[in-house]
């Protein structure tokens, strides 16, 4: 089992930045895939980033590729989304996850925390 806490969101301008962070506890930290997802108010889920165990690779949506990074800290235990230049259409609820058997860009992941809310006010 692993449990997952998501910390750092807000309220942002348009043009500014955000870092959130998840922390996890529970089985051995890297031994899991991270990924970071978002949801939209009416809209499904989606990806945003993943995160490699060693943290040597990283994947990005498409809409967020050179504004976001996502980066982790085993010796932590704690996954990071480092989000710059965010956009009114980044307002969402943030959700960090973690995935035993690989990177995926859909949502059957293994463990899901809470979310985080963010704002980017035009």
């Known amino acids: 089992q692993v449990q997952l806490v998501e910390s750092g969101g807000g309220l942002v301008q348009a043009g500014g930045s955000l870092r959130l962070s998840c922390a996890a506890s529970g089985r051995t930290f890297s031994g899991y895939y991270l990924a970071w997802f978002r949801q939209a108010p009416g809209k499904e889920r989606e990806f945003v980033a993943a995160i490699s165990r060693s943290g040597g690779s990283t994947y990005y949506a498409d809409s967020v590729k050179g504004r976001f990074t996502v980066s982790r800290d085993n010796a932590k235990n704690t996954v990071d989304l480092q989000m710059n230049s965010l956009k009114p259409e980044d307002t969402a609820v943030y959700y960090c996850?973690?995935?035993?058997?690989?990177?995926?860009?859909?949502?059957?992941?293994?463990?899901w925390g809470q979310g985080t809310q963010v704002v980017v006010s035009s």
């Open positions: 996850a973690a995935r035993s058997s690989g990177i995926t860009y859909r949502r059957n992941y293994d463990y």
